[in-house]
T-cell receptor, first 115, second 110 residues
Framework: EAQVTQNPRYLITVTGKKLTVTCSQN?????MSWYRQDPGLGLRQIYY???????DKGDVPEGYKVSRKEKRNFPLILESPSPNQTSLYFC??????????????FGPGTRLTVL | GQNIDQPTEMTATEGAIVQINCTYQ??????LFWYQQHAGEAPTFLSY????GLEEKGRFSSFLSRSKGYSYLLLKELQMKDSASYLC???????????FGTGTRLKVLA
């Protein structure tokens, strides 16, 4: 089944404790992206990647890191989480990039609480 | 930065037609997308427009006017299961940054 998976689905952690949220897609998509969703603010893009070893900042990259070493995986790293990073996080992938606009497929979401 | 604006909330009756509008800066985007998101779930793709005009997909249609910076999603024959948030999104020209509106929460009443 074609899908985007994220782990963990729920996480409660404390300020300053490094964490990684994994994202994997099995559709051989070039484009992958991370978003956070907060009430009243909608979905905001954190980072995106147009292909392996290519990553770019979205609108809210501060406090986050990403890497794209393989096509299928795009982990989101919070080196020193803070309470303002408490949010619902979505990973997404899309088939093509240059010249090819297509739908994004979203993972199920990771609800993160930073105490 | 580029903004996408859409109404916060709308209410409609089962069986009716509803139009959800979305406006944006005219020079900003390569294409406009519409996603549906039920409470507690991930967004799912509905439709997109690259060129001006209407795209029809069953009960859902989306329209784009690039010169006016305007798009709408039309939902026909509303069903209770259409109660959800509808997100308008664009990909910025020259990059592949995605910008989402804050979403329109649609309530369908019996």
């Amino acid at each position: 089944e074609a899908q985007v998976t994220q782990n963990p689905r729920y996480l409660i952690t404390v300020t300053g404790k490094k964490l990684t949220v994994t994202c994997s897609q099995n559709m051989n998509h070039e484009y992958m992206s991370w978003y956070r969703q907060d009430p009243g603010l909608g979905l905001r893009q954190i980072y995106y990647s147009m292909n392996v070893e290519v990553t770019d900042k979205g609108d809210v990259p501060e406090g986050y890191k990403v890497s794209r070493k393989e096509k299928r995986n795009f982990p989101l790293i919070l080196e020193s989480p803070s309470p303002n990073q408490t949010s619902l996080y979505f990973c997404a992938s899309m088939r093509g990039t240059s010249g090819s606009l297509d739908e994004q497929f979203f993972g199920p979401g990771t609800r993160l609480t930073v105490l | 930065g580029q903004n996408i604006d859409q109404p916060t909330e709308m209410t409609a009756t089962e069986g009716a037609i509803v139009q959800i509008n979305c406006t944006y800066q005219t020079s900003g985007f390569n294409g406009l997308f519409w996603y549906q998101q039920h409470a507690g779930e991930a967004p799912t793709f509905l439709s997109y427009n690259v060129l001006d005009g209407l795209e029809e997909k069953g009960r859902f249609s989306s329209f784009l006017s690039r010169s006016k910076g305007y798009s709408y999603l039309l939902l026909k024959e509303l069903q209770m299961k259409d109660s959800a948030s509808y997100l308008c999104a664009g990909i910025t020209s020259g990059t592949y940054k995605y910008i989402f509106g804050t979403g329109t929460r649609l309530k369908v009443l019996a």
